[in-house]
């Protein structure tokens, strides 16, 4: 973990479109519990649900800011994006790649570079990441 440093892990997912979350309390109303086409949005939903779990019990929630978006939500998610690439200094190649949004969804990104891009990392990648600053 960082010294002097709150890490920052941005989850960023599709949204279910149902407003609520469901990520963590595993559910997606009626609607989206009965409709197939939610299937892939649901696991990756029940995945970053997981992550974020797991870096809580981990870390507790005073040295790990965690967020969970989606990508159109821009004008939030790109003001986060630039304080951590500011904060934790990636790759320069890394930083346009971050602050530009250039990778797949779901990704997550860990003090401003993307980890796990296309799919939700494990808890294994994340800590490496987390830990790498140290």
């Not at 920052?8 to 979350?21: A, K, L, P, Y």
């Amino acid at each position: 973990m960082t010294k002097n440093k709150k890490s920052s892990v941005i989850i960023v997912r599709e949204n279910d479109g149902t407003g609520g979350c469901i990520c963590c309390s595993g559910g997606m109303g009626e609607y989206g519990e009965k409709d197939p086409s939610y299937e892939g949005i649901r696991k990756v939903a029940q995945e970053c649900g997981r992550l974020h779990r797991e870096i809580t019990e981990k870390f507790g929630e005073d040295e790990v800011e965690i967020i969970q978006i989606e990508p159109r939500a821009y004008f939030y998610l790109m003001p986060k994006v630039l304080k951590d690439v500011l904060k934790f200094k990636p790759s320069i190649t890394c930083a346009i790649r971050t602050m530009f949004l250039w990778y797949p969804v779901p990704t997550v990104i860990v003090n401003g570079k993307p980890v796990g891009l296309g799919r939700v990392p494990t808890i294994d990648e994340v800590l490496r990441e987390l830990e790498r600053l140290n």
